[in-house]
């Protein structure tokens, strides 16, 4: 199995390589893992799209906002009668959810109220709401746990890079704690004074009860959590952090070259930002809410024709769906203008990486290239490639 992975990587390394060059192929290992009978071809707005009936799922199922994770949960703790069973299948249904959001949710706390004791009680009281799988105490150390030597990997790795060690004591602003703030609480626990700053997605997605005050109730920490926007102008925060570090939410900022000005603004000289993201214009860079059912349909049908198949196709997601890729994603940013703005925003790239392993790039085609460009000009291979971008930039 390992030779079998290291051939693999070895032969994807060749590729990106040929890529680079600007020679195209098609290789697929993608038509091995879905079969050409799972796939058909519709036409929509004078255009031949092939879609693949599992694609979507294979990637990650609609969970935010749609009320399935609770039912999700108590069916694999074999806790769902038939009849609910039955109810769960058909709302998470094929390619998109079967059943109304309002509908799923409304069903999920009546269920799960016969199970209050795996769910915070406070969520079951707002039938508007989806429940809140409650989570031990023990669970909870256990993930901060892994996150601490994924921290002490990261700050290893950063110190590595940059050539100088991050001292414990440190000041780290951590952007996003929507799911929990664990991340925050392990830079705490390693030896770092820390800030958390979220804004929900804008305020778009922000559940009435928050994961990390349910965390907070559990672990005794110390740590700030700031419910802002880091393109605000007027944060009220403290200055000069060392670090500024976030994971998978680049991608979210809308207006990013206004993030890295306070960014600037927020650190001491010679400190640094440290970030790794998922670019929307990489092969499943919609995230859940917005990929498509075909590799880069996200990128090869433009926004308008996207929220058009989107209505015409999830009906019952369409409306939190398109709130998501109009106020949730950012469209604008590829790799060579977020290196642009790094340093017009004053930074000194000190490391940078496009992580291209996916064995769903091997679908590309000078085809597909041709349909992601004619939508958005600025897109070069490597941004449809690079499904994972890190980078470390210092404040000069």
């Known amino acids: 199995m390992l030779n079998k992975i290291l051939f693999k990587s070895f032969l994807i390394k060749i590729f990106n390589k040929i890529i680079n060059k600007k020679v195209f192929f098609l290789f697929s290992f993608l038509k091995i ?14 255009k031949q799209i092939v879609i693949y009936k599992d694609y979507r799922y294979k990637i990650k199922l609609p969970l935010t906002s749609t009320g399935l994770k609770p039912l999700i949960f108590l069916r694999k703790k074999k806790l769902l009668d038939s009849n609910e069973s039955k109810f769960l299948e058909k709302a998470i249904g094929a ?27 406070e969520s079951l009281e707002d039938v508007n709401e989806a429940p809140i799988i409650k989570i031990s105490t023990n669970e909870n150390k256990k993930i901060i746990k892994n996150f601490v030597i994924q921290n002490i990997n990261q700050i290893n790795f950063l110190n590595k890079k940059n050539k100088k060690i991050l001292a414990l004591g440190s000041k780290v602003l951590e952007i996003g704690y929507s799911t929990g703030g664990h991340s925050l609480i392990a830079f705490q626990k390693i030896g770092f004074e820390v800030v958390g700053i979220d804004n929900f997605y804008y305020g778009n997605f922000k559940p009435k009860i928050l994961n990390h005050v349910l965390v907070n109730k559990q672990i005794n920490n110390n740590v700030n959590f700031i419910n802002a926007d880091i393109t605000n102008d007027n944060l009220n925060l403290e200055k000069e952090f060392d670090l500024i570090y976030s994971t998978s939410v680049l991608e979210h900022i809308i207006d990013l070259e206004k993030a890295l000005k306070q960014m600037h603004k927020l650190l001491k000289t010679k400190g640094l930002i440290f970030h790794n993201y998922n670019p929307f214009f990489s092969v499943y860079g919609g995230h859940a809410l917005g990929n498509g059912d075909a590799p880069y349909m996200h990128l090869r049908l433009n926004i308008k024709e996207y929220t058009d198949y989107i209505r015409t196709y999830r009906p019952y997601e369409a409306e939190i769906a398109i709130k998501w890729l109009n106020n949730s994603m950012n469209r604008n940013i590829n790799q060579r203008k977020l290196k642009n703005l790094l340093e ?19 679908d590309i085609n000078k085809k597909i290239f041709n349909e992601c460009i004619k939508n958005y000009n600025f897109l070069e291979l490597e ?14």
Not at 383 to 396: M, N, P, Q, R, Y
């Open 33 to 46: 893992n879905l079969k050409k009978n799972r796939a058909k071809i519709i036409k929509f707005n004078k």
């Open 95 to 121: 390619r998109t959810i079967g059943k109304p959001i309002e509908e799923i949710i409304s069903f999920a706390n009546l269920v799960c109220k016969k199970h209050s004791h795996l769910f915070h009680e």
């Open 344 to 362: 017009k925003c004053g930074f000194k790239i000190v490391f940078f990486q496009s992580n291209n392993y996916h064995k769903l790039n091997l």
């Open 383 to 396: 941004d449809l490639l690079g499904h994972s971008v890190t980078f470390i930039a210092s404040k000069e």
